[in-house]
Every structure is written in structure tokens, then in C-alpha cells.
């Protein structure tokens, strides 16, 4: 049932060494969006595709890249992570670009070590 | 000065009893407006959107007020089951509609 499904739920890396995060979708969803939440912060919009179309946030850092193969698939690769890049990663989607209704993963945790 | 601001709380509340939180935002611009709910480790999910007129769902009501920029979320008859973060959204209607967050009012129901 779930319609957009996060992998892995928990992840932990080490410091310094690349790490992807997935997220998939079968509502066919043309806007696929990645949130960072932290403790006790606001989800922080790293980034969005419509369609094929990437479009990042001024503030996100060169660390952070992401990818869509395809319209179901979108991934997102930190290529050097810190321990301040430790949170909650939100993958989201919403049917196009005018679409105030999103759909959200159940998110990555992510732990650096 | 955030986009979105809110009293982070917590606020402990007795079951049955009613409670409001605000928020705050500060483009005057913004056009959608929501309140997500957040459960511990989990992700946001859409309680309501509020609309100028006001509206209402159940146990909870949400109102706009444009002129002084703010949002509020009452819950009245509290269940234990409403503890949880309100987190309040707003939206650009640019054409790519992000949501932007508050950091989120957490909120515990005490039996």
C-alpha cells in the first residue's frame, strides 16, 4: 500500500564515505521532493525535480546530489557526509508543480559515525 | 527573521481539554496554508489546510488571519491520541509550490 517507499528506514555511515538514500514512487507523480529534518527543526527542502528537471536550493550544500532515473525513482547521494549532515531525510512527491497536496516517504535516518 | 514561526512548546495538556497554537509568517506573499502532523520518528502528514474563511474538521479548526501574518490550530475535547508535533506550512504559489516549514509545535496529551 505504501506509495512512496524510503530505503533503507535506518542507515548508518561513516564519516567521509559516500552514501545514497533511495526513494520510490508509484503514484507516477511528476514532482519528486528531498527534505532534511533534523532534531527539533523544520523540514528543510534540499532539492526537487519536475520531471526530469532538477532544481536545488540556493543554501544546499555541493555535498548533496541527487539523481531521477526514471519518473519512479529519484536518489539522493551525499558524497562526503559530516556529522552534521546526521537527520531525517523526507522524500516526497506531489502530482505536478501546482499541487499543494504532497505524498511523503516514511524517511531515511541517517547516522554518521 | 523564519519564514514560518512557531512556539515550539511543549505544551501539556489534560485529556478533554482544548488547546490553540499559532504561527507566525513573514511574506506577506505566501498563499497556501496547512498544518501537518508529525508523530515521533515519523513523517509529516496533512491534518488540514486553512483557508481565510476558516475551517473546520472535526475537533480541529484552523483560521488565517492575512493582515497580521498568522495561522492558528484549535483541537478541542483532547485525546491522548492527538499528542504529537503540529507543524505549521506554508506555500509560493510560484508555480513550484515548496512547502515551507515551521519547526513545529509539539504538543502532549496527559491521561
Known amino acids: 500500500d505504501a506509495m512512496v517507499i524510503q530505503n533503507p528506514r535506518y542507515q548508518v555511515t561513516q564519516f567521509g564515505k559516500p552514501v545514497t538514500l533511495s526513494c520510490s514512487q508509484t503514484?507516477?507523480?511528476?514532482?519528486m521532493y528531498w527534505y532534511q529534518q533534523k532534531s527539533s527543526q523544520a523540514p528543510k527542502l534540499l532539492f526537487h525535480y519536475y520531471d526530469k528537471d532538477f532544481n536545488n536550493e540556493a543554501d544546499t550544500p555541493d555535498n548533496f546530489q541527487s539523481r531521477r532515473p526514471n519518473t519512479s525513482f529519484c536518489f539522493l547521494d551525499i558524497r562526503s557526509p559530516g556529522l552534521g549532515d546526521a537527520a531525517m531525510y523526507l522524500c516526497?512527491?506531489?502530482?505536478?508543480?501546482?499541487?499543494?497536496?504532497?505524498?511523503f516517504g516514511s524517511g531515511t535516518r541517517l547516522t554518521v559515525v | 527573521r523564519k519564514e514560518v514561526e512557531q512556539d515550539p512548546g511543549p505544551f501539556n495538556v489534560p485529556e478533554g481539554a482544548t488547546v490553540a497554537f499559532n504561527c507566525t509568517y513573514s511574506n506577506s506573499a505566501s498563499q497556501s496554508f496547512f498544518w501537518y502532523r508529525q508523530d515521533c520518528r515519523k513523517e509529516p502528514k496533512l491534518l488540514m489546510s486553512?483557508?481565510?474563511s476558516g475551517n473546520e474538521d472535526g475537533r480541529f479548526t484552523a483560521q488565517l488571519n492575512r493582515a497580521s501574518q498568522y495561522i492558528s490550530l484549535l483541537i478541542r475535547d483532547s485525546k491522548l491520541s492527538d499528542s504529537a508535533t503540529y507543524l505549521c506550512v506554508v506555500t509560493l504559489n510560484f508555480g513550484n509550490e515548496k512547502l515551507t516549514f515551521g519547526t513545529g509545535t509539539r504538543l502532549t496529551i496527559i491521561p
Open positions: 486553512v483557508y481565510s
Open positions: 503514484l507516477n507523480h511528476n514532482v
Open positions: 516526497a512527491t506531489s502530482r505536478d508543480s501546482g499541487s499543494k497536496r504532497y505524498t
